[in-house]
């Protein structure tokens, strides 16, 4: 069986399966993070947005919202949600460690592990390339990480299954403490629009772990100030317990 590009299919099902997840709770920590720094961006670019669960509502909340995302059926579902409630957003797809738009930005985000995708310290340090040379002088940059803690007591050799009217799913998790990678492989059984059949289809998603002082190494090699390392949702600095951490860094202005 050949295996569909990552999200290309979890794409139909995502928001549903998400659903518990609390974006409202994200978005108004990003908007704390901005009067925390006392800073007013106006234009924001929503890195790996995904289907818009946090670029549509800070669209909504007066922002100028950029997503880009390398799924394109994420960013399907992404600009289906900004036309149900009238927000023009300008949606993009493109690899976040490779891409050009035509525009800079107050601030980005790239939130919910996206960056953990940099399968690599080379990848990451494309990534936090592309975002310097996109954001204005001293622009923030503002993004998490999932922890090893995070995949080890909750991920690894785990199996979660859903099964919905549309939709079933498996999904598998394997981590290697070895090279600190960690392989999901999702099975989804998708609904065909005739209603009668179900097709399968298999992904692997493929993230790696990064320690917060190699992140911070590289982000000053980049030209960034790290402002801090939260634990997630929170003003504190991060901990050995802590699930996601938050990341806050400015770009240094020459
Ligand atoms: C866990 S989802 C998070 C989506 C969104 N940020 C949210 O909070 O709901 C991860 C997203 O990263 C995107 N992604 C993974 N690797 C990427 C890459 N190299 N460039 C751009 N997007 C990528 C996926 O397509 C997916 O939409």
Redesign the pocket.
């Given at each position: 069986m050949d295996f569909a590009s990552?999200?290309s299919r979890f794409a139909a099902a995502y928001d549903k399966i998400?659903e518990n997840v609390d974006y409202h709770r994200w978005t108004n920590y990003m908007e704390d993070l901005f009067d925390f720094y006392d800073y007013k961006p106006r234009k924001i670019l929503d890195l790996?947005?995904?289907?818009g669960?946090?670029t549509v509502p800070l669209a909504q909340r007066g922002y100028e919202m950029w997503g880009?995302?390398?799924?394109v059926e994420?960013m399907e579902q992404a600009k289906k949600k900004a036309e149900r409630i009238g927000e023009h957003i300008h949606f993009a797809q493109?690899?976040?460690?490779d891409f050009v738009l035509p525009a800079t930005f107050d601030a980005i985000l790239c939130?919910?592990?996206?960056i953990n995708?940099a399968v690599g310290l080379t990848e990451l340090e494309q990534v936090f390339e592309r975002v310097f040379d996109a954001l204005v002088p001293e622009g923030l940059f503002i993004f998490d990480i999932t922890t090893e803690r995070n995949i080890v007591q909750n991920f690894h050799f785990q199996t979660f299954a859903e099964n919905e009217e549309s939709f079933s799913y498996i999904w598998k998790n394997i981590y290697s403490h070895r090279d600190k990678i960690c392989r999901t492989f999702l099975t989804f059984f998708l609904r065909e629009p005739d209603g009668n059949f179900y097709r399968k289809y298999e992904e692997i998603h493929i993230q790696k772990i990064f320690e917060v002082d190699e992140v911070k190494k590289l982000l000053h090699k980049k030209g960034f100030k790290m402002l801090a390392a939260y634990d997630a949702f929170t003003f504190n600095r991060w901990h050995r317990h802590s699930d996601r951490i938050n990341f806050v860094a400015r770009k240094h202005s020459s």
């Open positions: 990552p999200y998400m790996a947005c995904g289907t669960s946090i880009l995302d390398r799924a994420m493109g690899d976040m460690r939130l919910y592990d996206s995708y």
